[in-house]
């Protein structure tokens, strides 16, 4: 499958599982020779068509696509391009309002508790990246230092921002977010929130090398 068709497929499953609304999010891969191919402003992720996407430079700078000229880029694109200049190992990015995951964001409340073994692996801490007005170079700035560390990253008021070494991996972290808010969510209505201890959690993360898991932080044990 070429990067166009992942990113098309990836959008339709975020707009068919509700991670998105409306033209909501944005989705976009690094190619080899160092372009960027990026959705388009003003579209809804599920109903998009490969000649809609747009391959520009790390500059911004539009090469080609976009129904001949006639769309635009994200306007969040400058946040992926900030990603990828921040951490050259990222080859994918994913921008979604997934509405648990963004319930927790917009009370500013990271999610950092190791109540799943999964998500322990997989994502660690998604912490809370500070609000800043959408599609700024403050948004951008603000997001990049945080995908060194981490897997995915909470956005203050916004939403959620994922990325990985392709379309699959940054999608299938957006849903685990979504899925690890929830959990968290459940737990905390029934008052049962209980994290694991420390000797769960380092047994767990010796496991990240052997499931290709890089960084993701440390989350919250038991006291």
Not at 76 to 85: D, F, N, Q, S, T
Not at 167 to 190: C, D, G, P, W
Request: glycine content about 10%; hydrophobic content about 40%.
């Amino acid at each position: 499958m070429n990067v166009k068709s992942e990113i098309v497929q990836a959008g339709q499953r975020l707009y068919q599982a509700q991670l998105v609304a409306s033209n909501d999010g944005n989705i976009s891969s690094r190619c080899k020779d160092g372009t960027v191919w990026c959705t388009p402003s003003g579209v809804s992720k599920g109903f998009m068509s490969e000649d809609m996407l747009i391959r520009m430079d790390l500059d911004g700078n539009v090469i080609e696509g976009g129904n001949a000229g006639s769309l635009k880029p994200s306007s969040e694109i400058k946040m992926h391009l900030g990603i990828y200049r921040e951490n050259p190992e990222i080859t994918a990015v994913v921008h979604a309002h997934p509405p648990v995951a963004t319930t927790f964001a917009s009370a500013g409340i990271p999610l950092d508790s190791a109540v799943l073994q999964e998500t322990v692996v997989q994502l660690g801490v998604v912490p809370l990246v500070p609000y800043a007005l959408p599609g700024t170079a403050e948004l951008a700035g603000s997001v990049a230092p945080y995908c060194r560390v981490y897997n995915a990253a909470l956005m203050e008021y916004h939403g959620v921002t994922s990325w990985g070494s392709s379309v699959t991996q940054a999608l299938h972290r957006m849903e685990s977010v979504e899925y690890f808010a929830k959990i968290l969510m459940n737990l905390r209505m029934i008052n049962a929130e209980r994290p694991m201890t420390a000797e769960q959690i380092d047994g767990l993360l010796a496991l990240r090398p052997d499931w290709g898991v890089s960084g993701g932080g440390r989350p919250r044990g038991r006291n």
